[in-house]
């Protein structure tokens, strides 16, 4: 019979089915605990991944809008319906996300720093103005970011 750890690096599937069969058992002197820890473990970064992710997605499109309202009005009739749509989108999932993590909360400022960073870039290329034009640090509050009913094309960014 294979190992915990052999079975872990061969199929990842297998080895959380048979950790799950041990656990409902109660073998636990059979459980592999040092993957498991991991796994644990990345269980919980990948919800912060996750996190992160949406908020990427979301300043990216307020961007845009904002962006577009002041350097590309052009672009704004014509795509801003579906920017604020997919923002609409992202605070929704990432509403659910919170509720059903609580404990992140506290990290969405510092999500929010980290990923207006990668969205002034994708905002900036996306709408073909220099970066220069676009603030080094995020305009709104991450609760005016995860607010549904903000929207900043009427403030400058």
């Known amino acids: 019979m294979r190992t915990n750890a052999a079975l872990y690096d061969q199929d990842l599937y297998a080895w ?15 459980l592999d605990l040092e993957h498991l ?13 996750a996190l992160a992710s949406h908020l990427l997605v ?29 923002c609409r989108t992202q605070r929704r999932l990432l509403d659910k996300r919170l509720r059903r993590n609580p404990s992140l909360r506290p990290t969405v ?6 990923a207006y960073a990668i969205a002034r870039d994708e905002a900036a290329t996306a709408l ?3 970066e220069a034009v676009v ?5 709104w509050t991450s609760d005016q ?8 094309e009427d403030t400058t960014p």
């Open 37 to 49: 820890i991991e796994e644990i473990e990345d269980v919980g970064y990948s919800q912060r991944d």
């Open 58 to 86: 979301l300043l990216t499109h307020l961007l845009k809008r904002a962006l577009a309202a002041r350097e590309r009005p052009g672009d704004l009739a014509r795509a801003g319906r579906g920017w604020r749509t997919t």
């Open 16 to 30: 959380t089915q048979e950790q799950a069969a041990r656990l409902r058992e109660g073998a636990v002197h059979e």
């Open 135 to 139: 603030p080094l640090a995020c305009p």
């Open 145 to 152: 970011v995860l607010d549904i009913n903000f929207w900043p």
């Open 128 to 130: 073909g103005v220099a």
């Open 109 to 114: 400022p510092e999500e929010c720093a980290e």
